[in-house]
């Protein structure tokens, strides 16, 4: 790469002229120009995965569909963040995580602060087509301040990320595969008995769900704050 | 466990952990020697025990929810002891369309087991497998190591008998 | 080893070989084993020595001869007899028949069109020489082309060669392969890794199996080639657990190979340096799509990564990363050697060459066949397969396993190639083709596929975890006969979104053998939701007794 190469892109997001920096995503660029996409596994700070598929958008010319929040930009690409088609299928893709767990956001501690909630909410769910498939998961509360309901789990893999990558513990991981998949702690212990826990509450903070809470909380008391992570990120970078 | 991590002193004096620890060194104690190092744990031991994986997560520097991550991930890792016996029964579509369902019922009928488990007095484990690789031979079966082929319900049951006698 | 010491080896070889009269093969793959051929070996053994011929005749163990079902499989060398189910009883008379007239009891078809519509390139060795000694290979012509191409070519002019023959990946997407190496060769930074994708999840399939215990070196001269062309110095054979056999194959080919510096630095007297080591697979089918495989060679869990950055830019370790299939690389040598005109003459305009197929099923000869691309179905299954067994009738032919489709008897008389098979809603896969008759029900079938990748998905992304699983249980609310019509709209439109929305290759095709049942054999669904029948008898279908059928 010895001739300099062209570092802004310009593009076009929903029909708006838009640039970004060539190691920018499509979501990064469509945020900065208040361009709402969807997304539920993504959080700036932590390695993107791509697995929650919320964020998906067209590209003219393109059939497929491209995850917004690992796609860079390219020159001259033409996005498409809201089709019929694109709602329908995120519409789906949150029916389909509503049916595989345990999700009453009338009992739950995370009601009114859940993100699986309000994207339901603001893409017009009110109902799910899909059959319950009601896995009977446990609940465990051994941790002396926090509590992990495995019914309530989406499997983003957030708490994972977080308390590998900026805690540095790595308690958490992902066991088995496919629906049988589940967060553990250490050796699929108990919370707490996990000798690498801790207790930073770094995983609670980033759950979007009632997955992982704050004991002693009753219905819709659980708020959390997701603050820290672009701070420390930040931090470590030593900018701003 | 503190003192413990990153030591490969193996957890007991038995000579097997040798052979475990032979691997690890071969290659160099990295991390990313987890999978081939659980394949040797698995060899040597039959299984994958709480014991070896904390070891083996110690010695190699891997987090303890990731080994055992790993080891749950991939169906070839058993995490308990197996029967003395194992039948191997593939279920890949080629012997899956001539018959294998069959065969499953059978071995349910005579033995009350079900792939992946094992008789309740230790003695035969149950596994199903995809694919065998021997689909000219459908329906296939790896029993005690010896890949048979062209099974019924009744031989299958018959060789099975063999080992409860 | 330089191309002198090649070429003397090679007559030490010959001259060996040739002292005996006769040379007695006898197959070692694990279809025969299965069927005890290493007792057939060991009894021919003593009865050469019971009869004092041990100066004259040769007793080999080579891999397969393709027709695995009628094995234990032995062939005779100067005469091509092909003797088939051969007892240990069977021996003495195999050895003193050399001379006259060939035992006629257990005699197999040597003439018959299985062998002769068949065209062999990546299985030409397999069933002749013997994959435990490389100098039957290097007889053979083995490593002649790694030679060659160290000494008489630059790595531009070598995937020139592979560009021209037209190749494309054999294990499922058909990439073209020279293009694939050129984009490796390019990218920026090192090291690079080459990577044999051994796999093998598809279940019905035994191509690359057969081609690791029949012909491991064929395989690594195919590596050592690539790794020139791209400049890579280390590779990888990943492998399933579930092959020990051609695990121990390979691993003692790549032995033999490093000791005869084929292998190794300085390769062939050149300032060439590429090591091979073998990594385990641990019974993941989805290790076997790119991504995931990377993962597990770094000891994780086989979780794909969304592309791009693709393996070219961004593969093992974070370095540019060529991966190709057992067949591909296999077709390496003879490209080099004979040339990328000569590979190109052979197929259909767009698909080259020749492709394995696993042939199994309900078809008589379940073997592993090579026939040139463009062959149609008919042609394979009743001209080489031999037909359908037991009088009965095709219903299918099912190709490219759980991510391809069932293809009914009305096209049989398309040519098989990437395109063709695309068009007709599945894929060539990697090279297993299951043959199923009125016996099979094909709503059975999609439920079977569909079990397998629910099982198999990672879990990793939504629709492929969760929609597989959401489809699993509507097929088999429609095999059980208590599906109404609205889950056959909620089967379709899972279908449209788990292809649309899935992260990789395992979701994204998940639903291709429910929408190719659907398409073809719809009124087979309906006679389930509608009527309540399972018209082929499989599926249980308990009619409640209040309702009248
Ligand atoms: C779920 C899944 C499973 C796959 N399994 C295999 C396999 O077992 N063997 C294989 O060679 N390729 C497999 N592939 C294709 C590989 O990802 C890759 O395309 C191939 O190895 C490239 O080699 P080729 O260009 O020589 O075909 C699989 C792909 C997917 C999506
Ligand atoms: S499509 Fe399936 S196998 Fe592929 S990443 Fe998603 S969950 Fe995993
Ligand atoms: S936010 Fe992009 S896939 Fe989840
Ligand atoms: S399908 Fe059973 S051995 Fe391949």
Known sequence: MSTAPARVKTLKIDDRDVSGREEETILDVARQNRINIPTLCHVPGLSPVGSCRLCLVEIKGSPKLFPAC????????????KS????????????????????????????????????????????????????????????????????????????????????????????????????????????????????????????????????????????????????????????? | MWTEFGSTTPPSSDTRWRIVGAAMRKHGYRP????????????????????????????????????????????????????????????????????VPAILTAIEETYGIKPGETTSDGN?????????????????????????????????????????K | MTPEELTNTITTERETQEK???????????????????????????????????????????????????????????????????????????????????????????????????????????????????????????YQSLTKVLTEMTPAQIIEEVYKSGLRGRGGAGYPTGLKWSTVAKAP?????????????DPGAFMDRSVLESDPHRVLEGMAIAAYAVGASQGYVYVRAEYPLAIERLQNAIKQARRLRFLGIDICGTTFNFNIDVRLGAGAFVCGEETALIASVEGRRGNPKPRPPYPAEAGLWGCPTLINNVETFANIAPIAGRGGNWYASIGTEKSKGTKVFALAGRVANTDLIEVPMGMTLREIVFDIGGGIPDGKRLKAVQTGGPSGGCIPEQFLDMPVDYESLNKLGSIMGSGGMIVMDETSCMVD??????????????????????????????????????????????????????????????????????????????????????????PAGICKIKVPTEVTA
């Open chain 3, 20 to 142: 005996f009269k006769h040379h007695v093969c006898v197959c070692v793959a694990a279809g025969c084993l299965s069927s005890q051929s290493d007792k057939v070996k060991a009894a021919l053994e003593d009865e050469i020595k019971r009869q004092g011929r041990e100066h004259e005749c040769q007793i080999k163990g080579v891999g397969c001869m393709g027709l695995c079902a009628a094995g234990p499989l032995v062939s005779v060398e100067e005469t091509g007899t092909l003797y088939q189910e051969v007892k240990p009883e069977d021996a003495a008379e195999v050895v003193a028949s050399l001379e006259g007239q060939p035992v006629a009891r257990i005699k197999g078809p040597s003439e018959a069109p299985f062998f002769t519509r068949q065209v062999k390139i990546v299985l030409e060795n397999c069933g002749k020489i013997d994959p435990n000694r490389i100098e039957d290979y290097l007889l053979s012509g083995g």
């Open chain 1, 70 to 81: 690992v796609t860079l930009v390219r020159e001259g690409m033409e996005v498409v963040t």
């Open chain 2, 32 to 99: 990313n020697a987890l999978i081939e190092t659980l394949h040797t744990v698995q060899e040597t031991f039959g299984y994958l025990d709480e014991q070896a994986l904390r070891f083996v997560a110690g010695a190699l520097r891997v987090p303890l929810s990731q080994v055992y991550g790993v080891a749950t991930f991939y169906h070839f890792f058993n995490l308990k002891p197996q029967g003395r016996h194992t039948c191997v029964i593939c279920t890949g579509t080629a012997c899956y369309i001539k018959g």
């Open chain 3, 445 to 534: 079938v999609a439920k079977y596929f569909m079990e397998f990748c629910m099982s198999e998905s990672c879990g990793k992304c939504v629709p492929c975890r969760v929609g597989t699983a959401q489809m699993y249980d509507l097929l088999h609310k429609i095999t059980e006969g208590k599906a109404g019509l609205e889950d056959l709209e909620m089967l379709e439109d899972l279908c449209d979104l788990v292809r649309n929305t899935s992260l990789c290759g395992l979701g994204q095709s998940a639903p291709n053998p429910v929408l190719s049942t659907l398409r073809y054999f719809r009124d087979e669904y309906m006679e389930h939701i509608v009527n309540k029948t399972c």
């Open chain 1, 84 to 240: 019929e088609r694109l709602a329908s299928y995120r519409k789906m893709i949150l029916e389909l995580l509503f049916s595989d767990g345990n999700h009453i956001c009338a009992v739950c501690v995370s009601n009114g602060n859940c993100e699986l909630q309000s994207l339901a909410q603001n893409l017009g769910i009110d109902s799910i087509r899909f059959p319950y498939r009601f896995p009977k998961l446990t609940v465990d509360a051994s941790h002396q301040r926090f509590v992990v309901d495995h019914n309530r789990c989406i499997l983003c893999a957030r708490c994972v990320r977080v308390c590998g990558e900026v805690e540095g513990a790595h308690t958490w991981d992902l066991m088995g595969r496919g629906t049988s998949m589940r967060i553990i702690s250490d050796m699929n212990e108990a919370w707490g008995d996990s000798e690498t826990c801790t207790s930073c509450g770094k995983c609670v903070q980033l759950c979007p769900t009632g997955a992982l809470v704050e004991k002693g909380k009753s219905v819709a008391e659980m708020s959390k704050k997701k603050g820290f992570l672009p701070y420390i990120v930040s931090m470590r970078e030593g900018r701003r």
């Open chain 3, 189 to 201: 930074g090192s090291p690079k890794y080459v990577i044999c994708n051994a796999d093998e999840g």
């Open chain 2, 124 to 164: 035969i484990s149950l596994v199903s497998a995809r694919c065998l690789g021997s689909c000219g031979l459908a329906p296939a079966a790896v029993m005690d190591g010896d890949v048979v082929g062209k099974l019924t319900p009744l031989e299958t049951v018959n060789r099975m008998r063999r080992w409860t």
